[in-house]
């Protein structure tokens, strides 16, 4: 039993004080009720809803068990209050194949911590010339196909392979950035560029991939899902192609929201990221794009490094953030302190869409019935983020030392507590 907790399920539209039942790991009764549990938590002061989903999340496991296994990415996930995250491929064997899928699925088995979706690769190796065999991967349990941070440059490998992955009701994962524009690129290509020498990577890289990724979709009648969009001209054409009724969708990363390109005057490893943080008008659309809901979901685009890769000269170190662990203060700071989203808008944002994206009909929700998947957060907690203190394997973040708001207090996956703050006692 979960009691007198602040109750926020977007895709039922509650938000209300309530009670709720979880009896043999499901959702069993929502309300006001006198209902006895074998064990209970108090909620009162905290928002409770259904636990969050990252629709892609760099797991690292098999091949770069340096940055990330799959037990401490699932535990970092938790952490964050995800209950369900999704693999990307970029692993060593790519995840090319149903061998490779059902290795991710064992591995979060064996982990037993939240649940792992695999995300099956759009090419054999991510090299872009040979489509993976798509129809096994599906079998298999991938949920998407993506070549996680590499572009697929064809654009005839790109039809081909939304023409195919429509067969199986799946959508393809695209980074959209133009290879030709970013390559050797550091950071966004503008004033700060300029002034620190560095190599830039305009905006234009994105929103030209963006376009052609539109329009194959709307030739093949295919899905296509962008992650971690930046710009605003790329919001202002998905904005027009849903309005077409395009079959796409898109997320955006927190960091994103929050850092500039201004931040790289450091020249902090940190702050070196696939696409690049970018300037303030290009925040302000991205918010804009969430307040109307062009953008569909917010993932953290975790991206673990080991603390050596990140300890090179900047054009040398790979991109990356981890950040599972403070997605939801950082959104809590840009959104909810800015009043441009209040509580149920941001946590659609982490429940519903991302379930939508990836076609999971029984996630992201707390309906009678559904998996006792459930997150409860301390929406009033002040704390300072330590990344030595995380629970991912890697500490590449740029917020260490930041003051936040809001703090993951118990997450619970198919009803059992998998994580609870351990600044705070539980007794059942």
């Known amino acids: 039993m979960i009691r007198g907790g602040r109750l926020i399920d977007p895709s039922r539209g509650l938000d209300r004080v309530s009670d709720v039942l979880i009896r043999d790991g499901r ?7 006198l209902a006895e549990a074998d064990e209970t938590l108090d909620a009162c ?20 068990e340096e940055d990330e296994t799959t ?16 693999a990307l491929p970029d692993t060593r064997p790519v995840v090319d194949n149903a061998a490779a899928a059902e290795y991710v699925v064992l591995q979060a088995e064996r982990a037993g911590n939240c649940r792992i979706h695999p995300l099956g690769a759009v090419t054999r190796g991510h090299d872009g010339a040979e489509l993976a065999d798509l129809g096994q991967l599906a079998r298999a349990g991938a949920l998407a196909f993506t070549d996680a941070k ?9 039809r081909r392979a939304l023409e195919y992955a429509r067969m199986f009701d799946r959508p393809i994962f695209s980074h959209a950035q133009d290879p030709t524009l970013i390559a050797g690129g550091v950071m966004h290509e503008g004033y700060f560029s300029t002034l620190l020498g560095l190599q830039g990577m305009p905006a234009a890289a994105e929103s030209i991939f963006v376009s052609r990724d539109i329009a194959l979709a709307e030739l093949t009648g295919g899905r296509v899902h962008l992650m971690s969009i930046s710009t605003a001209g790329a919001v202002e054409q998905v904005r027009r192609a849903k309005q077409r009724g395009i079959a796409i969708t898109c ?5 994103h929201l929050t850092l500039t390109d201004e931040a790289m005057q450091t020249y902090e490893s940190n702050c070196k990221v696939m696409p690049p943080l970018r300037s303030g008008e290009h925040i302000e659309a991205l918010i804009a794009g969430l307040v109307d809901g062009t953008i569909d979901a917010i993932s953290a685009d975790h991206q673990p490094c080991a603390a050596e890769k990140k300890d090179r000269e900047l054009d040398q170190v790979p991109f ?9 203060p950082l959104c809590v700071k840009s959104l909810i302190e800015t009043r441009r989203l209040d509580w149920p808008q941001l946590i659609s944002k982490l429940t519903t869409g991302p379930a939508a994206i990836l076609n999971l ?37 740029p917020f260490g030392g930041w003051s936040v708001t809001s703090q993951i207090r118990f997450v619970l996956v198919d009803g059992n507590v998998r994580f609870r703050q351990p600044l705070f006692s539980w007794n059942p």
């Open 27 to 33: 959702i069993a009764e929502i309300g006001v009720t």
């Open 320 to 328: 990356g953030i981890v950040g599972l662990e403070t997605l939801l």
């Open 150 to 158: 590499s572009p697929i440059r064809s654009a005839e490998i790109m």
């Open 45 to 64: 002061g905290w928002i409770v809803c259904p636990g969050f989903i990252d629709t892609h999340v760099a797991v690292r496991d098999p091949g770069f």
């Open 361 to 397: 009909p029984n996630a992201g929700t707390l309906a009678i019935g559904a998996p006792g998947d459930v997150t409860l957060f301390d929406p009033d907690a002040c704390w300072v983020v330590d990344p030595r203190r995380f629970r991912s394997k890697s500490r590449n973040s």
């Open 251 to 255: 997320d955006v990363t927190p960091h």
């Open 71 to 86: 037990a401490t990415a699932t535990a970092a996930a938790l952490a964050g209050g995800f209950t369900t995250i999704a």
